[in-house]
Every structure is written in structure tokens, then in C-alpha cells.
């Protein structure tokens, strides 16, 4: 794989990563073989460089299986948006995606030691939860606790914003706190709703249902609903990881880069959320994804190429402009593990 100025492309290139428009929405896929239309396209869109395939292998592990991701999405979709309607037996669907989201990252040993590069895109409840599957399993496998807790708390992440389908306010990509104060009242009761809905169901564990009615509780009572200070470590687990997922995506927050996410949850460690938590999750979390255009404390202009595994905040880059602004002829690849006195100054939008 390499990193390609889309004025150097040529028609037959294949992608060897999607391509993602401004709104976070995948405009050309991954294995794409371009034409001279898709081209002028990108051309138009103003993105300036692209992933082509090359010779070289590439490294990187799925944390999910592409296709356990789409399905898994279709289920949570399907029982989420027909809850009224489902029986049991359909209910427990959910608990076997969540099932195989597990198995599918505990198959791979070297998923649980890679940097997780988490995907910038539009608000989605269903992707939201998936996601929020993904890394609140990875925290608890990296804090050690037994596979049926780890399925518990899969099960509430996949199932933990039900509550969200029965409100009638716009909460997409919007700070809830600036929500009027009747408008604030009925977001903050989506925990209950969502607990409500499942109390009854008997396929679902009791920790489960503790979990997605306490999912937004912070460790100084500052959380809703019930502004409790007594949480249990799974439920913490789902807080910070759907707090951090909330703010990528946009759900009752406004949609922070991945990097501002990261600073947000640093200066709250210890405070509104349990540090060891955030420190577990900051471990394998890239900082900066691949793709993501930065400067560096050289004064160049650079784009992040791969993930250095257990460095999240130091990354191989690809310079593209020098210091003078002028784009760089010659490849220039720096690996920030090797050459210690650069650093990434910002990320340029």
C-alpha cells in the first residue's frame, strides 16, 4: 500500500482503502479499480491524495470481519426498530451477534495487541453500538475479566441506546446541554426507557440491564439517571467507551475529531470517568488514523500511514509538503518511534 497524490493516479489503480467524502460517508470502497470518471470525481471532492495497492503486503488485522460487522448491524437495526413487536426468541438474536463480535476478536490473539483505529463518520445508533461492542470487549479483555462478563457487557452495548427510538428530539451532532430544559429532561430518560423495555425479558442477564440504565453515570454523580456514584466496573467500561464513541460520531454531542476525543477524555480521567479505564482504552486507540493530515513540529506537512503497535500517539507518517509548503518530490517516510525528536504538532483539517 502506498500513500498517492491524486494528480499522480492512473486509471486501473486499485484502492487500498475507502475513500470518505466530507460527511463521513464512504464515497469509494476499498479494491475499487479507478477509471477516469471515478478520477475526476476525486478530483472534483478536492481530496488530495489516496491508498493505492502495491506490491508490499499489507499488515493491518480487521478487529472485525467485515461481514460480522454488517450482519451484526442488520440485527441490532432490525430488533432495535421492531422492539414493540419482537418475541424472545427473536430478542435473543442479540445476544448471539454479541456472541460473535467476541469470538471473532478473540480468534485473532494479535487484534487484542494492535492499535484500533476507530472510524470518524456520520451518527448512526446502530454503528454507534457496534462500535461501542468492539471497544468495550477489548477493555475488558485487556483488563482480564471472564468471558460471561465480557458477553454481558457486549450484550448492553448492542441494546444500551433502545431508549433513544422512543424519543421525538433531534439529539444528531448537537451538545444535549444546550437542548432547552424540557427537551434535556426527556434525552436524559433514554437509559430508563431502554431499561424499561427489557426489564421483563428473561434471555438477557440482570447485570445487562443494569448496565444500559446506568450507561451515561459518572464516578462523581454528575450521570444520569440516577446521578449514582456506585458503579459497577462493566458499566464504567460502557460509559467511557460510549462517551468517546459518542463524541467521534455525534450522538448528544458535538462531533469532535478522533484526537480532540482523545484530549476530552484525557483531562476528565479520574474525574467523571475511572482513569484505569481510559488509560486501557487510550493503549490500543489510534490517536491519529490513518489518512489523518498533520504538521509536524518541523514544520511539514505530513499524512499518517500505519499504526505503531503500543505507541497510539506515535505513528509511521508520509511527509507531502516541506517547510517551504512546496510538495515533496521524493518519497519521505518517517517512523516517529525511530526518529524521536519529531513530534505531531496538530492535525490540519
Same mark, same amino acid.
Request: proline share 2%.
Given at each position: ?47 488530495? +491524495? ?16 467485515? #461481514? ?41 490473539? #494479535? ?54 427510538? +422512543? ?61 449514582? $456514584? ?42 467523571? +470517568? ?5 488509560? $486501557? ?69
Amino acid at each position: 500500500m502506498k500513500l498517492c497524490p491524486i494528480n499522480k493516479i492512473k486509471e486501473n489503480d486499485i484502492l487500498a482503502r475507502d475513500v470518505m467524502a466530507d460527511n463521513y460517508n464512504v464515497f469509494l470502497y476499498k479494491n475499487t479499480i479507478l477509471n477516469k470518471k471515478y478520477i475526476e470525481k476525486l478530483k472534483k471532492l478536492d481530496i488530495p +491524495y489516496v491508498y493505492i495497492q502495491d506490491n508490499i503486503p499489507e499488515e493491518e488485522i480487521a478487529v472485525l470481519k467485515k #461481514e460480522i460487522e454488517i450482519k451484526s448491524k442488520f440485527i441490532v437495526k432490525e430488533i432495535i426498530q421492531k422492539k414493540t413487536y419482537n418475541t424472545g426468541n427473536e430478542l435473543i438474536e442479540l445476544s448471539n451477534a454479541a456472541d460473535e463480535i467476541i469470538t471473532n476478536i478473540l480468534e485473532e490473539d #494479535e487484534v487484542v495487541e494492535n492499535i484500533y483505529e476507530i472510524k470518524e463518520r456520520s451518527a448512526d445508533i446502530y454503528t454507534h453500538s457496534i462500535s461501542i461492542c468492539v471497544l468495550s470487549t477489548l477493555v475488558a479483555l485487556h483488563l482480564g475479566l471472564e468471558k460471561e462478563r465480557v458477553h454481558d457487557i457486549g450484550v448492553a452495548c448492542l441494546l444500551h441506546d433502545l431508549g433513544l427510538k +422512543y424519543l421525538l428530539i433531534d439529539y444528531e451532532d448537537q451538545d444535549i446541554d444546550l437542548l432547552n430544559q424540557k427537551e434535556l429532561i426527556e434525552y436524559k430518560k433514554h437509559p430508563v426507557y431502554g431499561y424499561t423495555a427489557l426489564k421483563n425479558e428473561n434471555w438477557i442477564s440482570k447485570k445487562s440491564k443494569e448496565m444500559i440504565l446506568c450507561h451515561h453515570e459518572r464516578i462523581d454523580g454528575s450521570g444520569y439517571p440516577l446521578h449514582a $456514584t456506585d458503579i459497577s466496573i462493566d458499566t464504567k467500561i460502557i460509559n467511557v467507551c460510549d462517551t468517546f464513541d459518542e463524541y467521534i460520531c455525534g450522538i448528544g454531542r458535538r462531533k469532535m475529531k478522533i484526537h480532540e476525543a482523545v484530549e476530552y477524555m484525557k483531562v476528565n480521567a479520574g474525574i467523571i +470517568y475511572d482513569k484505569k479505564i481510559i488509560d $486501557t482504552l487510550l493503549k490500543f486507540t489510534a490517536v491519529y488514523p490513518s489518512g489523518t493530515k498533520v504538521k509536524t513540529s518541523e514544520g511539514e506537512t505530513a499524512v499518517v500511514l500505519k499504526q505503531n503497535k503500543n505507541f497510539p500517539e506515535r505513528p509511521i507518517i508520509q511527509v507531502i509538503k516541506g517547510k517551504d509548503g512546496r510538495e515533496l518530490e521524493e518519497e519521505k517516510i518517517i517512523d516517529l518511534i525511530k526518529v524521536n525528536h519529531i513530534m505531531i504538532d496538530q492535525v490540519i483539517e
